[in-house]
T-cell receptor
Framework: DAGITQSPRYKITETGRQVTLMCHQTWSHSYMFWYRQDLGHGLRLIYYSAAADITDKGEVPDGYVVSRSKTENFPLTLESATRSQTSVYFC??????????FGNGTRLTVT | GQQVMQIPQYQHVQEGEDFTTYCNSSTTLSNIQWYKQRPGGHPVFLIQLVKSGEVKKQKRLTFQFGEAKKNSSLHITATQTTDVGTYFCGGGSTLGRLYFGRGTQLTVWP
C-alpha cells in the first residue's frame, strides 16, 4: 500500500553493528507494528505501539528497540545485530482492531 | 500468552480441487483476520470476522468463525492457480494486537 513505506528494502550488515529499519505511514493510524517473518515461524510480533510515545513488547522483543515520537513513524533498531536476526521485517499500521496495512518489507541479512 | 495455531503448514492441490486451512487459538479472540501473501510480497488483508459463529463469503472463499471464538477456517472451492500463496490467520486481542498463525502455503498445480 502506498500509505505505508519501509526503508531500506534490502540491507546487509555485519554482526555487532547497529541498524535501524524505518517505517512511515500517511494514514495517521494509531497503531503500528513490527513483525519478523522466518521460514517455519510465520509472522511474529516484535513490538507494537498504540499511539505516539506508547510502545509495548510483542512475542520476540529481545535485541530490538523501538521509538515512536511521531504518529507517522515507527523505527525499529537492532542495537547489536546477530545472525539470528536475519529475516524479513514487516511494518504494519491499523486503527484498533481494524485490518492491518503492511509495508513491502525489509529483507535484512546479518553476516 | 496468546497462541494461534494454524494447520496444515503446506498444502498442494490440483487446480479445481478444494482447499481448507484451520486456525485455533488458546484463548477467546475479539476478532480474527485472514491475510494472503503472494510469493515475494507482503500480507494483504482478506477479511475480518467478529461475531461468534459468523460465516462470510468472497466468491470462492468461505470464512468461518467458531461459536466459542477460538477457531476459524478458510475454505476455497475449486482452486485456481491465482490462489497460490500463503494464507495467514491473525487472532485479535482486546488490546489491539494481532497474533498470527504460521500460515498455510498453498501450491496449485495446473
Amino acid at each position: 500500500d502506498a500509505g505505508i513505506t519501509q526503508s531500506p528494502r534490502y540491507k546487509i550488515t555485519e554482526t555487532g553493528r547497529q541498524v535501524t529499519l524505518m517505517c512511515h505511514q500517511t494514514w495517521s493510524h494509531s497503531y503500528m507494528f513490527w513483525y519478523r517473518q522466518d521460514l517455519g515461524h510465520g509472522l511474529r510480533l516484535i513490538y507494537y505501539s498504540a499511539a505516539a510515545d506508547i510502545t509495548d513488547k510483542g512475542e520476540v522483543p529481545d535485541g530490538y528497540v523501538v521509538s515512536r515520537s511521531k504518529t507517522e513513524n515507527f523505527p525499529l533498531t537492532l542495537e547489536s545485530a546477530t545472525r539470528s536476526q536475519t529475516s524479513v521485517y514487516f511494518c504494519a499500521s491499523s486503527e484498533g482492531n481494524s485490518p492491518l496495512h503492511f509495508g513491502n518489507g525489509t529483507r535484512l541479512t546479518v553476516t | 500468552g496468546q497462541q494461534v495455531m494454524q494447520i496444515p503448514q503446506y498444502q498442494h492441490v490440483q487446480e479445481g480441487e478444494d482447499f481448507t486451512t484451520y486456525c485455533n487459538s488458546s484463548t477467546t479472540l475479539s476478532n480474527i483476520q485472514w491475510y494472503k501473501q503472494r510469493p515475494g510480497g507482503h500480507p494483504v488483508f482478506l477479511i475480518q470476522l467478529v461475531k461468534s459463529g459468523e460465516v462470510k463469503k468472497q466468491k470462492r472463499l468461505t470464512f468461518q468463525f467458531g461459536e466459542a471464538k477460538k477457531n476459524s477456517s478458510l475454505h476455497i472451492t475449486a482452486t485456481q492457480t491465482t490462489d497460490v500463496g500463503t494464507y495467514f490467520c491473525g487472532g485479535g486481542s482486546t488490546l489491539g494486537r494481532l497474533y498470527f498463525g504460521r500460515g498455510t502455503q498453498l501450491t496449485v498445480w495446473p
